[in-house]
């Protein structure tokens, strides 16, 4: 057995509703975060119990639901520019029954500043949109998060073509061209600690110095 396959016998059953979340999301080519990702993301979660969470890229509602499940008592802001996705997570949202924590906002994450200010601060900053607009959403919300504030960044490996792209297709290689210039300059950062961690497509881990 295989190291992956062993670790996914020890995963934890999630809910029939997550199920059928993650069904919709394999069917119908929805980026959602791999099983062992979000078991890491809710782990940092749990031990970091964060008051108030802003999320760059909704999708389907599937994470910010999932953060709501290794901490109930946090609220989540969330965006999400696609018009289909965000009915989507409008609808899964209210039907988990999250809406009074979890608060969507439809738009371009780098144009709603001031509306995500009014919701802040912020004790957690989860980033998984746009990967080639990863440097612009840090510099745009990271000065509004807390000082023990946590930056995730999801998708910094890109199935692995961010070491070595050399069988990508010409668009991969692209954006893992901008993912490793977004990695080399964040861990570079003076004003940050930042630790990537080869677990789910890639995550990493940033705190305040």
């Excluded at 929805?30 to 099983?35: A, G, K, R, Y």
């Excluded at 499940?69 to 969330?78: C, L, Q, W």
């Excluded at 080399?184 to 003076?190: A, F, K, S, T």
Aim: aromatic share 8%.
């Amino acid at each position: 057995m295989m190291q992956e396959e062993y670790l996914d016998s020890l995963r934890s059953k999630p809910s029939e509703q997550i199920e059928k979340m993650e069904a919709y999301a394999r069917e119908n080519g929805v980026p959602i975060m791999e099983p062992s990702g979000i078991d890491f993301l809710m782990q940092l979660i749990r031990m970091h119990q964060p008051s108030n969470i802003l999320e760059v890229g909704t999708a389907i509602g599937y994470s910010a639901i999932r953060m709501l499940e290794a901490s109930e008592n946090s609220h989540i802001v969330t965006i999400e520019r696609d018009s289909k996705r965000y009915e989507e997570a409008v609808s899964n949202v209210k039907q988990f029954g999250v809406e009074d924590r979890i608060k969507i906002l439809h738009g371009d994450a780098l144009e709603l500043e001031t509306e995500v200010a009014d919701e802040g601060p912020f004790d957690l900053l989860f980033i998984d949109a746009a990967k080639g607009k990863y440097e612009e959403f840090f510099h745009l919300y990271a000065p509004m998060l807390t000082e023990r504030g946590v930056i995730i960044s999801d998708n910094v490996l890109f199935k692995g073509f961010v070491a070595d792209d050399g069988q990508a297709s010409a668009r991969m290689a692209k954006i893992a061209g901008k993912i490793r210039k977004f990695n080399e300059w964040l861990v570079r950062h003076p004003d940050y600690h930042t630790t990537i961690v080869p677990v789910g497509d890639g995550v990493a881990i940033t705190v305040k110095k």
